[in-house]
């Protein structure tokens, strides 16, 4: 890894099987609904969650409502997806695992960013990108553990 690319990983255990945390998070146009990073979602082209599956995202950052249009690149359903956009030369690619682990689900939220000439590693915004990933897990736990419970 040189200046120009980072990798940014956060973690969390969900009481429930794989299956049914891919279950809810699946469900692509619910996300606004339970998710308090996702603002609103749009756009969508292609079979879900296939590669090349387009979509419109607009994700809190900072408070600050920011658009995606990502486009799905690797798909191992329901254990692995990963999809990926690019602004201002930077390049992201956001993966989620879905593992069994314990009693339950892991589910591993992993980002990378890359540019061509941007230093994303001496200026993107770590704690703001670790805070949206932390949301958006932490809301899926609340909304699959909930509906376990329900």
């Given at each position: 890894?040189?200046?120009?690319?980072?990798?940014?990983?956060?973690?969390?255990?969900?009481?429930?099987?794989?299956?049914?945390?891919?279950?809810?998070?699946?469900?692509?146009?619910?996300?606004?609904?339970?998710?308090?990073?996702?603002?609103?979602?749009?756009?969508?082209?292609?079979?879900?969650?296939?590669?090349?599956?387009?979509?419109?995202?607009?994700?809190?950052?900072?408070?600050?409502?920011?658009?995606?249009?990502?486009?799905?690149?690797?798909?191992?359903?329901?254990?692995?997806?990963?999809?990926?956009?690019?602004?201002?030369t930077i390049t992201g690619r956001h993966t989620f695992l879905f593992q069994p682990f314990a009693d339950g689900t892991r589910?591993?939220?992993e980002k990378h960013f890359a540019s061509p000439i941007f230093p994303v590693r001496l200026f993107y915004p770590r704690p703001?990108?670790?805070?949206?990933?932390?949301?958006?897990?932490?809301?899926?736990?609340?909304?699959?553990?909930?509906?376990?419970?329900?």
């Amino acid at each position: 890894m040189g200046l120009r690319d980072l990798t940014l990983t956060q973690t969390i255990h969900i009481d429930v099987p794989p299956e049914r945390v891919w279950d809810v998070f699946r469900r692509i146009r619910d996300w606004p609904r339970w998710n308090r990073v996702c603002l609103r979602v749009g756009s969508l082209e292609g079979e879900p969650w296939s590669i090349g599956f387009r979509f419109f995202i607009v994700l809190r950052m900072a408070g600050v409502p920011i658009p995606f249009h990502p486009t799905v690149v690797a798909a191992d359903l329901p254990h692995r997806i990963a999809w990926s956009s690019t602004q201002f030369t930077i390049t992201g690619r956001h993966t989620f695992l879905f593992q069994p682990f314990a009693d339950g689900t892991r589910v591993i939220d992993e980002k990378h960013f890359a540019s061509p000439i941007f230093p994303v590693r001496l200026f993107y915004p770590r704690p703001v990108i670790a805070a949206m990933s932390k949301g958006w897990l932490r809301s899926l736990k609340e909304e699959v553990e909930g509906r376990a419970k329900g």
